[in-house]
């Protein structure tokens, strides 16, 4: 089937258009955030609010009205009879929320009638965390697309930006989360490393484990499972990649890195374990240092740029999804700007070429 490739007019936010933090022409203060979205279809807004927001302490649908906190269209509505047609964009206000920092802008790639491939902007994580409810992936799918019960098939870290599938509602994933090693059949991510590797493919193999005396608890370690089995946190896994060596400038490498398992923080630990770390990577690089101190405090712009980029630059590129009787190919071309200027160029060249 076609490739399918990212496009700006494929994103899917609401009509109402609000600062989320706070809205200068709302007169509300900053103590607080603007929880948007899109009907898709007819809804009564005595519905669709305590869909979003009556598990929230102290709110109710008739203060709220009162107080002027629901927008329709960018307007205060106080009829708590309305009902939302489908393309009205909403807004409701939530008093002493707050959400981190956060790129919403995804992207639609791809999609079936049970199926969505969309893009992951770096920066958002993909489910809710301790510093952001609303502010996720599947959150915003669910609010600003027709999926309104999407569901996750597959994860990636927060930093990590690319192509993510989803199960457009709950059928589809109870079809689909059971057999999704056979609907995708391909990963393909893109990672810039520091360094240039002595190597220009390389099939991977190794084990992944968490270690006990490590310093950070999260972290994946290459480990031998006999030999280090007292001091692996759980059973070591077995991971293998294949990499490839795409493109190398300025002291360091645009390497392809072809997933033949999937393990947490698999490339992320393997290219460190082979000595070159993914640029920007807080866990990995630079001896895990600045992961540590941004526990404690923000990093200075001095120690981003040392780092290289504000995230690391790990972009999952391209899938192949075996589904219905056919092949669907998608690729996300789309790199933040914290990539250097010659990785953009180079995937400009590779645009008008099939998947590697």
């Given amino acids: 089937m076609s490739l399918s490739r990212a496009a700006a007019s494929d994103t899917g936010p609401g009509s109402t258009t609000i600062n989320s933090t706070a809205s200068d022409n709302t007169g509300f203060d900053a103590d607080g955030f603007w929880l948007t979205g899109q009907c898709f279809d007819d809804q009564p807004l005595a519905t669709l609010w305590p869909h979003w927001c009556e598990r929230r302490d102290g709110l109710s649908l008739a203060a709220s009205l009162d107080r002027g906190e629901i927008l329709v269209d960018g307007q205060r509505c106080h009829?708590?009879?309305?009902?939302?047609?489908?393309?009205?964009?909403?807004?409701?206000?939530?008093p002493g929320h707050q959400e981190g920092p956060a790129d919403?802008?995804?992207?639609?790639?791809?999609?079936?009638?049970?199926?969505?491939?969309?893009?992951?902007?770096?920066?958002?994580?993909?489910?809710?965390?301790?510093?952001?409810?609303?502010?996720?992936?599947?959150?915003?799918?669910?609010?600003?697309?027709?999926?309104?019960?999407?569901?996750?098939?597959?994860?990636?870290?927060?930093?990590?930006?690319?192509?993510?599938?989803?199960?457009?509602?709950?059928?589809?994933?109870k079809r689909w989360k059971k057999r999704f090693d056979r609907l995708?059949?391909?990963?393909?991510?893109?990672?810039?490393?520091?360094?240039?590797?002595?190597?220009?493919?390389?099939?991977?193999?190794?084990?992944?484990?968490?270690?006990?005396?490590?310093?950070?608890?999260c972290q994946m370690h290459v480990v031998d499972p006999e030999q280090d089995q007292n001091a692996c946190v759980g059973a070591a896994k077995l991971s293998r990649t294949l990499f490839q060596c795409l493109a190398s400038q300025a002291g360091m490498t645009l390497v392809q890195c072809e997933l033949?398992?999937?393990?947490?923080?698999?490339?992320?630990?393997?290219?460190?374990?082979?000595?070159?770390?993914?640029?920007?990577d807080k866990i990995y690089a630079h001896g895990g240092r600045y992961y540590l101190q941004r526990l404690q405090q923000a990093l200075t712009p001095a120690e981003i740029a040392d780092l290289g980029a504000s995230h690391h630059l790990l972009h999952a590129w391209q899938i192949e999804l075996n589904a219905y009787g056919q092949r669907f190919d998608i690729q996300d071309d789309q790199l933040s700007e914290q990539w250097p200027a010659w990785v953009q160029e180079w995937l400009k060249r590779t645009r008008s070429q099939p998947p590697l």
């Fill in 104 to 173: 919403t802008g995804w992207q639609l790639l791809w999609q079936s009638h049970e199926l969505m491939a969309v893009h992951k902007p770096p920066g958002l994580a993909v489910s809710r965390t301790t510093r952001n409810t609303y502010d996720t992936l599947i959150n915003l799918v669910r609010r600003q697309s027709p999926a309104t019960e999407a569901h996750l098939l597959h994860r990636l870290d927060a930093e990590t930006s690319g192509i993510l599938v989803l199960a457009k509602h709950s059928a589809a994933n």
């Fill in 79 to 94: 009829d708590a009879s309305l009902v939302l047609r489908a393309g009205q964009g909403f807004a409701f206000w939530l």
């Fill in 184 to 217: 995708l059949q391909r990963k393909c991510y893109l990672a810039l490393v520091y360094g240039q590797p002595d190597w220009q493919q390389l099939d991977f193999e190794c084990y992944l484990a968490e270690r006990r005396d490590s310093p950070i608890r």
């Fill in 260 to 280: 033949k398992s999937g393990r947490k923080h698999q490339l992320r630990a393997q290219l460190a374990a082979l000595g070159h770390p993914i640029v920007a």
